[in-house]
């Protein structure tokens, strides 16, 4: 594995499981939350943010946390392989809760400047819509058969398979 997206719902895991995975194989790892945020929480132009993210993409090796409408097929296109963790609705809102408790008015390194962590209705919602968008990407990777697949129920099946694989060690 070179390129591996990470993919799943507002506090699954992506970014932990995500920068894990790239110290075992020695790439940077690029969240897209990061990338797409400016401080504040303001929206950059959407064009913008494509082109970075298309830009991350193009390099040799990486592992891209998150996905955007916008940038998914083309990172999907760059990438030979996907993990999706597919935990459930209520596993992501209990980890997001405890996030905020826990970084309350802190940035998470994995976080773009200036955007300490937050919760609201609308995030909340977000979250709760997040099934249905895993299944549309899922019906999505199916455009994609070179892609090396991985889809997780849980994070200690996402934790174990990361542990058993013999992806290189840096």
């Known amino acids: ?73 083309f990172q999907l296109e760059q ?23 826990a970084n309350h008015n802190k940035t998470r390194a994995d976080m773009a400047p200036g955007c300490p962590e937050k919760l609201d209705l609308e995030f909340v919602r977000w979250i709760w819509r997040g099934p249905q968008r895993t299944l549309r990407t899922l019906e999505q990777l199916k455009d994609y058969p070179h892609l090396e697949l991985h889809i997780f129920k849980s994070r200690k099946a996402a934790w174990d398979w990361l542990e058993r694989s013999n992806t290189p060690s840096p």
């Open 1 to 73: 594995m070179k390129r591996v997206c990470v993919l799943g719902n507002a506090g699954s895991g992506k970014s932990t499981l995500g920068r894990a995975l790239a110290q075992k194989l020695g790439v940077p790892v690029y969240h897209l939350d990061a990338v797409f945020w400016r401080p504040g929480w303001q929206k950059p132009e959407r064009p913008e943010f494509d082109f970075r993210a298309k830009e991350l993409a193009r390099e040799d090796r990486w592992v891209i946390d998150g996905s955007f409408s916008s940038t998914l097929s």
């Open 79 to 101: 990438a030979d392989a996907v993990i999706v963790l597919d935990v459930p609705r209520w596993v992501s809102l209990y980890s997001v809760v405890r996030r905020r408790i």
